[in-house]
């Protein structure tokens, strides 16, 4: 697995020249296109899978941000990023500020029959400060039911099938809410460190009390340099041994994060990595389930989780 350092994160923004020299080429149909599938885009690879799981046969898909081992930020929309969104009839973007670049990029291409859906709208959560929606145990199988109904209206003659896929997804759900319903039972309120907010949503519903401070995590996650009594906080919780883990951010690193992992093994306080981006050769439901086991193993079984490679 490969850390990325960063002193500070920014969002991507895409240059005027590369939309517009991007667009005239898909004008000319250089996007290779399979005819009677479906375009679709997910901003997100974890988006994408749904995405994938729903329409099956009769989609192409294009996930954008699919990197596990980089940082998510640092993702450059190319000239065959800004094709694809061109040429989508559905597309699914998380929104909060998270990957705004796909704003601009529609924008660029104005399509009246093209689907955009933006997970913070879904959620009712344009304001919130922390964007990570995939993690929120709602969130995905309530775009499965999303993405089915918007193929359908696309593409009415396979609805059956995409009817079909959206009930499917929905049981294969069930493991990853029995085990969210377990590990609540036997951790809740149990103390953890973070040094991002990126699995606080999965965190909250296990139940467990999440001590660092969001200021901290905000901090961090937006390429700002914690307050120094921030820091300290942070480095109490892990010497005192005040939590049961320390959950940090498997794709970024900064000399922040890295003396907080480096300190949190010499107190034999067990790491879990916390990954932005769904790991290689994973759908969402196995990812989830791995992300659940690795926070139980830490706090049950004292076992550190740093990569799912």
């Known amino acids: ?32 296109a399979t005819p009677g599938v479906i375009q ?35 993702f450059e929309a190319s000239p065959s990023v800004a094709r694809a969104i061109a040429s989508a009839q559905l597309i699914v973007q998380n929104g909060a500020g998270y990957d ?10 104005s399509s009246s029959s ?12 344009t304001t919130v400060a922390n964007p990570h929606f995939w993690y929120s145990p709602s969130a995905l199988p309530t775009l499965a039911q999303v993405v089915a109904t918007d193929l359908v209206k696309i593409d009415p003659s396979h609805a059956a099938y995409f009817r079909a896929t959206a009930v499917a997804f929905q049981s294969s759900w069930r ?7 377990t590990a609540s039972r036997d951790l809740a309120h149990r103390p953890v460190a973070t040094t991002e907010p990126v699995g606080d949503y999965l965190l909250s519903a296990i139940g467990l009390n999440n001590l660092t401070p969001f200021r901290f995590q905000a ?23 005040q939590v049961g883990a320390l959950c940090f951010n498997a794709q970024v690193s900064s000399p922040v994060t890295t003396a907080l992992r480096n300190l949190a093994v010499k107190d034999k306080v067990p790491l879990v990595a916390i990954y932005e ?3 290689a050769g994973q759908h969402v439901q196995g990812w989830m389930l791995e992300e659940i086991r690795a926070i139980e193993a830490a706090l049950t079984h004292g076992v550190s989780t740093v990569s799912f490679a």
């Open 40 to 74: 679709v885009v997910g901003a997100e690879v974890q988006y994408g899978d749904v995405l994938a799981q729903i329409g099956g046969p009769y989609v192409h898909v294009t996930s954008m941000m699919n990197n596990p081992n980089t940082d998510p930020h640092n």
């Open 100 to 109: 705004s670049f796909m704003n601009q990029l529609e924008a660029a291409s």
């Open 175 to 181: 493991p990853v809410t029995m085990a969210l319903a």
């Open 277 to 279: 981006t769904m790991p």
């Open 219 to 241: 901090d961090v996650m937006n390429g700002i340099d914690p307050s120094p009594q921030d820091i300290v906080t942070q480095q109490n919780l892990l010497n005192n041994h």
């Open 114 to 125: 093209r689907v955009v859906v933006t997970m913070a709208q879904l959620l009712h959560q």
């Open 1 to 32: 697995m490969v850390l990325e350092n960063r002193q500070k994160r920014s969002r991507i923004v895409v240059g005027a020249a590369l939309i517009l020299g991007s667009l005239t080429l898909a004008a000319c149909g250089s996007t290779s």
